[in-house]
């Protein structure tokens, strides 16, 4: 069963095609970094037009990879992640999928982007056969699942891929908003995840060099807060008040320490949410997703907690870690298999 999946809730256009929700026949992305690079961070109406330039040429370049001549024959669906994101982004991935649903007369299927995170942890891609193939009943439920990206720091107890109940959750920004603003004081570029990644193992960063503080909320909270540790990161580089100096100030050595130092904190705060939760929740399994799940660092202490709490680890592929619409179609097929189909008055919600 073949199903198109749209993605445009943030700055990434995306359509794929994903097989019986798990071999991705294609899954075309066309990042928008570049028109937002001089700006710090996405400005969301620039997001949504972009959107609007490129979604109609991505889904051609989709179908053609996957090898779809006629989509009203060869689809069995068309999905879309309504939900949550920019407003004007979300418009126009939903129109244009109830178009072509409505054109080639499919099922519409609308989908939790942040849901869909945590599915990706089972996409294959035939591209990457190396990596290890999960088969999406090889997920033991109920798990913990953590979806950490540019816009969500959430803890979830998972049922099944489309049955979760959200247990904790950012109190203020999100960890890859932190990733991006230490990377623009350390004046490294954006967006700053991958770069500080690369800074910490590339430049020989000490984790240990510098403590900064990890916010870990009261003693049985499992929300998160990051903005203490970046203010932490900032007073550290600028000093006082974060206006007496700036990064240019630091060696290449002292730049790597930062970066592996605050990489470190983030993901010593990840791991103690995780662990209260495991302590609280039936979990037979950990998954990961989002952005920033594709950190070099986050990926091993994940892993060494699931061997430590004796938990299978679920890590997506690192080029479905971001946005992308194979995760889309992929967690379509469970919800088209349950019979949760949307129709032509799909409406989009931003925050959920
Ligand atoms: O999932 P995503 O593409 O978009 C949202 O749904 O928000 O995540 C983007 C975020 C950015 O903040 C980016 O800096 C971060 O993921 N990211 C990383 C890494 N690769 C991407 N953060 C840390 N380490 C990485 N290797
Ligand atoms: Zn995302």
Redesign the pocket.
Known sequence: MLILGLET??D?TSAAVVQDGRDVLSNVVASQIGLHAKFGGVVPEVAARAHLESLNLIVDEALQRAHITRPAHQLAAVAVANCPGLIGCLLVGTAAAKAFAFAWQKPLIAVN?VQA?LYSVVLQDPSTPSFPHFLISSVPFPALGLVI????SSLYHVHSFHNLRRIGQTQDD?V??A??KV?AILQLGY????L??QLAKGGGGNPLAIKFPAGHLEKDSLNFSFSGLKTAVLYHVNGKQGRQRDASALTAQQKADVAASFQKTAADMLIEKLRRAAARFPARALLIG???S???A?RAAVTALGAELHLPVFIPPIQF???NGAMIAGIAYELLLSGQIADLNLETIATI
């Open positions: 809730t943030c990434e982007h995170h990206s540019g816009g969500h999100a890859g908003e990733f991006d990377a967006p700053g995840g991958p500080i990644d989002g952005g920033v594709a950190n070099s986050i870690c971001t946005d």
